[in-house]
């Protein structure tokens, strides 16, 4: 590290970072190492690998892959093995003599055309792995010792070994079968064996493994060969990146009021249609990387490469992608690279016998909280592996992009456990920062543009790490977007401890804008987070059990849903255009769905009730979850015609605590929240820079929405040359109650 900062690689555009935030200059030399590192490794892969292009792609290399005469090439990283094997369905016939037919070749795994025979050598490695260990080797039990026997399916696990080859890595090639066709039919079971140094015999799956699937009764998860003899093809292309971004972050399995795992075919069919109706032009899929616990949301991830199969096969996948493509709809990728799940037999924990294959040996390769996993970025193996799977998801499904899931666990040494980010930027800078992990993410975000310009990369970091969504070139981490995850704690705070009197409307504006100029920020006021078992929704925390028995129009209108419904509907509103340069929803708190969010487990006798979104409640014209929905894809269509969120930040001209009133300008918009619970105002004054005739464009307080409809929305609000609150112009407007209006400009063009 001190070499690097030695050599001094320049940061081509930090000066422009630090003209922009001068409290970073004290921190050159460290953006200046950073970025030194991430050159550095960028040139050893040029160098030794033939090309950052060809280093991503290892996944057509690696694992087992189909040569163009039919046969097979497979190679897997296994450093602490002393021997690795293939079996499967297809050795339950294999004899020794096959063996005799198969070509293996030796030296540099990069030029796969170049086969050679090397027959002797494989008879060799058979009767070696026969072999017991001698006699002055480390004394191991007998059960070590002994070899298993074939399983019960008949499966020879010794008949294809692989090649040793430089640096830990393996490598095996499968002649055609006599028809010249696959060795190993679509469909088979297949396994990893290993031998690993203690004599062990172990049975993994490919880290690499394309798709795995619980079978019958099975608690582990099998191997399975994925090589259709028809496979998906894209009908339609991909769509530009949007400028405002609005994202509907969904979970497949729990798309559906029934209590089931829901299909990617019912996504869809049944779900798909519903995003773009509510306006949103981008869908993030949470828990497609595979996943042995379904409990997890899909953040214990056993298998990198599959799509996870409980909810269909991998081409069931890639025909909702490019559904969404053809509505228009971009489609993001919840992406698990800052630890794995710490299952072996059908993941990838010690998959050569070693707890330091992929990962940090002992202590700091284990997440203590999460009990999982943790990667070693230093290591050349696992970048080749990280990012050939990010380009894996985009190439072979048409992934338009990820959201980096957990990234303050990967830049800390201490994973952010029991710390509290004030913002002092000396938080962000030093050796307890893993920048080894820092310069993944870098390097990830820079393949991902190169290769794809038009894809989108969001970070979900709590700490708040100066200039991660800031251009590589300027010493940045080089992400589109970040999440603003201050946002729906505040909300949830508020709402739990203060009454409606008490609510501070400087604190809300703060939040709302307290974001780092020119890096781009994703508002929500509430995610999957909130909606989780042990915390509640916005709606139910403003609800609660009211929403069991008052929600029908055939019943009296409460205080308490009627508070909670206008409340809803202002809250989600104010986030969406004061608070970043893009929106989030989790799939269903659009229409305020009641109670949480619960997978099987347990805890809960394996129930499903939970586990599902009630898509017809919205549906259902009797009950005021309509309003909610109704409101919620007006606004976003509103987003649509103006796009504020690609506009610069608001203009705030008001924020008046005894009034409880915000006002804000943004994209030729004026924006007016009266969060007072009970007090309206006659003739307020509103300030607007922009002179000409107002009229309503978007109204909380209307019927359709579930309000109280104290609004003409044929009135015109024309400025007047009167100064207020710093804009040269005002007018004056009548404002409800806890109602938010909006107003147009009708002499400006949409």
Known sequence: MAAAVARGVS???LPRLLARDPYLAPFAPDFQRRYTLFH?????????????????????????????????????????????????????????????????????????????DNEEYLEELVEEAATPPAPDEPKQSPKLQQEPEPKADGWNPFSHPYKKMDYGKWELIIPPGQDGFSPVPHGSKLKVVIRSKNGEILYRISPWAKYVARVGTNVNYDWIHWDPPLPYLRKHPQPKKPKSLRIYESHVGIASPEGKVASYKN??????????????????????????????????????????????????LKELIDIAHSLGITVLLDVVHSHASNNSEDGLNKFDGTDSCFFHSGPRGTHNLWDSRLFDYSNW??????????????????????????????????????????????????????????????????????????????????????????????????????????????????????????????????????????????????????????????????MDAEMYTNMSVLSPLTPV??????????????????????????????????EWLDFPRKGNNESYHYARRQFHLADDHILRYRFLNTFDRDMNKLEERFGWLASPPAFVTENHESNKVIIFERANLIFIFNFHPSKSYTEYRVAAETPGKYKIALDSDAPEYGGHQ?????????????SHNFRSNSLLAYIPSRVAIVLQNMDIPN
């Open 11 to 13: 940061v081509p555009e």
């Open 40 to 116: 550095d490794r960028l040139k050893n892969i040029e160098e030794n690998e033939g090309g950052l292009d060809k280093f991503s792609r290892s996944y057509k290399t690696f694992g087992v892959n189909q040569l163009l005469d039919g046969g097979l090439y497979c190679k897997e990283w296994a450093p602490g093995a002393e021997a690795v094997f293939l079996t499967g369905d297809f050795t339950s016939l294999a004899s020794f003599s096959d063996v005799m037919f198969m070509r293996a070749r030796g030296g540099d795994s990069r030029n796969v055309e170049e086969v050679s």
């Open 561 to 594: 849903i009627d508070r909670g419904i206008q409340l809803h509907k202002m809250i989600r509103l104010i986030t969406h255009a004061l608070g970043g340069e893009g929106y989030l929803n989790f799939m269903g708190n659009e229409f305020g769905h009641p």
């Open 381 to 542: 193996e696992v970048l080749r592996f990280l990012l050939s799977n990010l380009r894996w998801w985009i190439e072979e499904y048409g992934f338009d992009g990820f959201r980096f899931d957990g990234i303050t666990s990967m830049l800390y040494h201490n994973h952010g456990i029991g710390t509290g980010f004030s913002g002092d930027y000396h938080e962000y800078f030093g050796l307890h920062v893993d920048e080894d992990a820092l310069v993944y993410l870098i390097m990830a975000n820079h393949i991902i543009h190169l290769l794809h310009p038009e894809s989108i990369t969001v970070a979900e970091d709590v700490s708040g790490m100066p200039a991660l969504c800031c251009p590589i070139a300027q010493g940045g981490g080089g992400f589109d977007y970040r999440l603003a995850m201050a946002i729906p704690d505040k909300w949830i705070q508020i709402i739990k401890e203060l009454k409606d009197e008490d609510w501070n409307m400087g604190n809300i504006v703060h939040t709302l804008t307290n974001r780092r100029y020119e890096e781009k920020y994703i508002a929500y006021a509430e995610s999957h987070d909130q909606a989780l078992v042990g915390d509640k929704t916005l709606a139910f925390w403003l």
């Open 267 to 316: 996504f869809t069919d049944n779900i798909l249609p519903k995003i773009k109706d509510l306006g949103y032009n981008c869908v993030q899929l949470m828990a497609i990387m595979e996943h042995a616990y379904y409990a997890s949301f899909g953040y214990q991830i056993t298998s990198f490469f599959a799509a996870s199969s409980r909810y269909g096969t991998p081409d069931d």
């Open 710 to 722: 104290r609004l003409d929305h044929n009135t015109e609000y024309f400025t007047e040359q009167y």
